[in-house]
């Protein structure tokens, strides 16, 4: 409303100023990626990523997009899918014949074919780092895109700089605390509750002086 310093006559200033807030307002919030429990589903498609990275999907549009979330399918073409059908980045396909698919903790896919004893490794599923993980955009569906406060994608085989390893038959549930949460929110509410009764005395004290004769 006024900057300290304003004139306030021919020669003299105002010492102090006046401005008016807005309050409290949210600067950011962040997704924690650390990892969460294991769940051994038993499906030879489903992947957990043990450690950091992402697996690389590719949208429709061709734009790349990243997510911890291996509840992996096959579509009508035999392609390695996520929940939303965007197939992996690079893509992966399994014959219609195969009768086993392996994924080792590297990210190579092998498959049992009809008369061969010796599996065949069809693909290899990257795994991406990046810098900053939460500086990435959350575009919906467990789906993550880069920007440049994440930095860009480091791909490159599970396992090595860095980056977690691939555990088959299994997905990540969320690394919600859920115990700890609620302790969070019972000692927040005791606060308000032990904040609001020392409200209420002190206007206690304040009517009694005022009624004192």
Do not use: C, W
């Not at 310093?5 to 020669?11: R, V």
């Not at 555990?167 to 969070?184: F, K, P, T």
Request: proline share 7%; charged share 15%; glycine share 12%.
């Amino acid at each position: 409303m006024r900057q300290a310093g304003t004139p306030t006559g021919p020669t003299t200033t105002s010492p102090t100023g006046l401005q008016i807030g807005t309050g409290v307002r949210v600067v950011s919030t962040s997704k924690i990626f650390q990892q969460g429990t294991i769940l051994q589903t038993g499906n030879q498609l489903d992947v957990a990523v043990e450690g950091n990275g992402f697996l690389t999907v590719q949208q429709p549009d061709g734009t790349p997009a990243y997510t911890r979330n291996g509840a992996l399918k096959t579509d009508g073409d035999g392609r390695i899918v996520n929940s939303e059908g965007f197939p992996l980045d690079p893509p992966i396909t399994i014959p219609p014949d195969a009768s086993n698919v392996s994924i080792a903790s590297n990210g190579t896919v092998s498959v049992t074919l009809p008369g061969q004893t010796t599996p065949s490794d069809i693909g290899q599923i990257q795994i991406a780092n990046f810098v900053n993980p939460s500086g990435m955009n959350s575009v919906g569906h467990n789906l993550m895109t880069p920007t440049k406060a994440s930095g860009d994608p480091q791909v490159g085989e599970a396992g090595t700089d860095g980056r977690g390893t691939i555990l088959q038959g299994a997905v990540e549930q969320s690394n919600v605390d859920i115990v700890e949460e609620m302790i969070g929110m019972i000692s927040a509410q005791r606060s308000y509750e032990i904040n609001s009764k020392v409200i209420t005395t002190a206007d206690d004290m304040l009517r009694a002086a005022t009624q004192m004769r």
